[in-house]
């Protein structure tokens, strides 16, 4: 019997989600319900009801919250997903017609058709609804009457060879247009909605011309949007084939805002270039995984600079939020919105890092919720996940040696299981680096920033 997972992306719908929750695990299908950024209780209800709950740290879009419940779902083993919206339009009881029309048609989209008896739902929604799905039919050469439908049964064949871009309600057209030039069938059955005065998250001068772009790149490209996805995500792949993702956290190079504990033993201008060394060796080590591996750099406005910069096609994408936790928090959705299923995050000052760490850290992620790789400094050089957690990174004192021992503690109190890789250290004060120059393991030769301690130590005086 085929397994499906009810995804249901959410925004603002603390008065729905519970007894949505509820009503569609009543029919017997586990759920999963994506908060994308809400800043009410929809997350602590949706858990609270029993649905596994993934969290935005903000708002990112339809789209992007469906993109994270779907990797979720293929990380989980499931055969296909049910997608449903969290403002209690679609009537659970329906779930049933759809999987009878799925186990009929197993490798088929399955739409929920509200327009067959189309009198309760809004005219100006109806009207454009109309022109979608004739827009849409034409051009996936199918007949589907209600394009715009979010309640569907899609099955895992088809999430894993689309390729999906759209961050909005546009990615439901992209989806049935990349299904269709795939060569997947799109059945319609009959289903109920409720409207009742919830107010729709669509904005019309919006939607309708992302709406239209999406068919007209699906027609520019042919059937490109069903592809195998890209070689930087497709050739890094856990054993159950989940797709890995290193986040490389990395800053420019500028005296006064790197290394700055160090700078007052060596001097500004001797700790950026000593920085710029450590981030070049780390690079260069993690070189065999750069194709599964983005770069986040601070300051934002520093990409195409850092592109420049570093050597080998990298993947360079800005930090993103007011404090360290936020930027992590935001890298770390944006890779599981991708398509990632486990995500290791690293920094650039620790030049003994090396890739087989990185490996080691997807292996412990196979048994735990996170893994840490601590440092002797009370801080960690290494933080991966299998799937967003951005309250694991709220309320900790960065920049102290109390962030592990507070990380520990936030991870205890979301109930999650803690994994390890081997103790580490940071180049933060001179004694660091003497430590560091006295390492003889092969992983620590680094010859780069080995010279540029010596030439460090030829143009200052330090102590010994």
Not at 335 to 342: D, K, N, P, T, V
Request: glycine content about 8%; aromatic content about 6%.
């Amino acid at each position: 019997m085929r397994r499906y997972c009810a995804i249901i992306p959410a925004y603002q719908n603390e008065a729905t989600v519970g007894s949505l929750v509820s009503a569609v695990r009543h029919q017997g299908v586990p759920v999963a319900v994506i908060d994308d950024g809400s800043q009410d209780q929809t997350a602590m209800l949706a858990a609270s009801h029993g649905a596994v709950t993934l969290r935005h740290a903000r708002n990112a879009g339809k789209g992007c919250a469906l993109r994270l419940g779907f990797a979720y779902a293929i990380r989980e083993g499931f055969d296909g997903v049910l997608t449903m919206d969290a403002d209690g339009q679609h009537d659970p009881n329906d779930i049933q017609t759809l999987l009878r029309a799925a186990a009929e048609n197993p490798e088929a989209v399955v739409v929920g058709n509200r327009m067959h008896a189309p009198a309760r739902m809004p005219w100006a929604r109806r009207g454009a609804n109309l022109i979608a799905s004739a827009v849409v039919s034409a051009v996936s050469r199918q007949r589907i009457p209600d394009s715009q439908s979010g309640f569907r049964l899609i099955p895992r064949g088809v999430l894993e060879h689309v390729s999906l871009d759209s961050s909005r309600y546009e990615l439901e057209t992209e989806l049935l247009l990349a299904a269709a030039a795939g060569g997947a069938r799109i059945l319609s059955v009959p289903v109920k909605s409720v409207y009742d005065g919830h107010a729709s998250h669509v904005r019309w001068w919006r939607d309708p011309p992302r709406f239209f772009g999406t068919v007209g790149r699906h027609l520019v490209n042919g059937s490109g949007s069903h592809r195998t996805p890209p070689t930087h995500i497709s050739e890094h792949r856990n054993p159950s084939g989940g797709k890995r993702r290193v986040l490389i956290f990395l800053k420019e190079p500028v005296p006064r805002q790197v290394k700055t504990r160090l700078a007052a033993t060596i001097g500004d201008r001797q700790a950026a270039q000593l920085y710029q060394a450590c981030a070049e060796e780390t690079l260069r080590q993690l070189a065999p995984l750069a194709s599964a591996a983005t770069l986040y750099v601070d300051p934002p406005d520093a990409v195409e600079r850092v592109q420049r910069w570093v050597e080998g096609e990298w993947v360079v994408r800005p930090q993103r939020g007011s404090t360290l936790g936020m930027r992590l928090a935001q890298a770390i959705d944006e890779a599981f919105a991708e398509g990632a299923s486990r995500v290791v995050v690293v920094g650039t000052d620790a030049p003994w890092l090396s890739a087989s760490d990185v490996e080691r850290a997807f292996d412990v992620l196979s048994d735990a919720d996170v893994v840490i790789g601590p440092s002797e400094d009370g801080g960690y050089y290494l933080v991966g996940v299998t799937r967003p957690l951005p309250a694991l990174f709220e309320q900790i004192p960065w920049s102290t040696g109390k962030v592990y021992a507070a990380t520990i503690v936030a991870a205890k109190t979301l109930q999650l299981h803690v994994g390890a890789i081997r103790m580490g250290y940071d180049l933060d004060h001179w004694e660091d680096v003497e430590r560091f120059m006295a390492d003889t393991r092969p992983e620590a030769a680094a010859p780069r920033v080995r010279q540029q301690i010596v030439e460090t130590q030829r143009r200052i005086t330090c102590p010994s």
